[in-house]
């Protein structure tokens, strides 16, 4: 039973229709053109990609543009900016159909691009790193040059030289907060992963941070190692954990040598690991510390 009272009810045409108009927008009409040259990309979107020639199949099989328009912003210069739909623009131009669109009442960001493609394909780091470069960050186009040089998967290129471990430092890099921190080191790592590349499992990352613990450790001979590893290549077994590859490098590397040649790989690099841990405990204990005294 309705018990709001009669003198609350009002009828549709009685609505302060101009004051709901103004809180929720008008709804943007759908406009159509083959007038190609008045798009550009938004700066810092992710790249195009290769599925844009699945996509002119498609359309060309049964063109449902008109029923997915793409949205836009118009720029000072007239420009229509393309928000999301790059990849429906593309496919469009090359069939030279009419593509259709929508302008959006507000600028949208780059932010807000991603977080609607999160319903479609999520952005990964590559489509963040490529943005980055597009805003014109050098620390994301040093990464990119690093990565293509070294032949290196994105998460293993920002270990080497960044020192990004994932979970935070992934969302840190969605931010454009990635930083080089140690390149040189990086390129030694990369070479060596190099002189691998063919001998041994060097896309494991696990192996990968093993190789990196070991270089860290002074006096440890880099053409020994290679050497050795690429000897034994065949004694070279996947292993579940880096700590377990980081045995198996010791075992390799002082294999047939003197006991004076000797080196405590396992040691040594468990000592870094309870330095680094402990600089991070005490670190973790300062940002506490200094947001107490903020607040």
Not at 241 to 269: C, H, M, P, Q
């Amino acid at each position: 039973m309705n018990t709001t009272p009669k003198s609350e009810l009002k009828a549709l045409s009685e609505l302060p229709s101009e004051k709901i108009k103004k809180r929720i927008g008008q709804p943007s009409k759908i406009e159509s053109t083959t007038q190609y040259d008045r798009f550009v990309f938004k700066r810092g979107n992710r790249p195009v990609r290769g599925r844009v020639t699945s996509l002119i199949a498609a359309i060309d099989k049964h063109n449902q543009l008109a029923e997915y328009p793409i949205l836009v912003s118009e720029r000072q210069d007239g420009k229509l900016e393309i928000a999301d739909g790059q990849h429906r623009f593309e496919a469009a131009k090359a069939l030279r159909v009419p593509i259709f669109y929508i302008i959006s009442r507000h600028q949208i960001t780059i932010e807000q691009i991603a977080a609607a493609n999160q319903l479609q394909q999520s952005w990964n780091l590559s489509d963040w790193m490529e943005s980055w470069i597009g805003r014109g960050n050098p620390e994301y186009l040093a990464l990119k040059n690093f990565a293509r040089t070294f032949q290196l998967p994105i998460t293993v290129s920002m270990e080497l030289i960044g020192g990004s471990l994932g979970g935070t430092q992934t969302e840190a890099f969605k931010h454009g907060k990635f930083k080089v921190l140690d390149m040189e080191f990086g390129q030694t790592v990369g070479h060596v992963l190099g002189a691998l590349r063919g001998h041994l499992p060097v896309a494991d990352l696990r192996l990968v941070r093993a190789i990196m613990r070991v270089l860290r450790i002074d006096g440890i001979d880099i053409d020994r190692l290679i050497k050795k590893l690429v000897a034994h290549a065949s004694a070279f077994e996947r292993q579940a954990t880096w700590l377990k590859y980081v045995e198996l490098i010791e075992r390799l590397y002082n294999r047939n040598v003197g006991v004076a040649d000797r080196v405590s790989v396992v040691f040594e690099v468990d000592q870094m690991e309870r330095e680094r841990r402990s600089q991070n405990v005490a670190k973790g204990m300062k940002t506490r510390s200094e947001r107490k005294k903020a607040a």
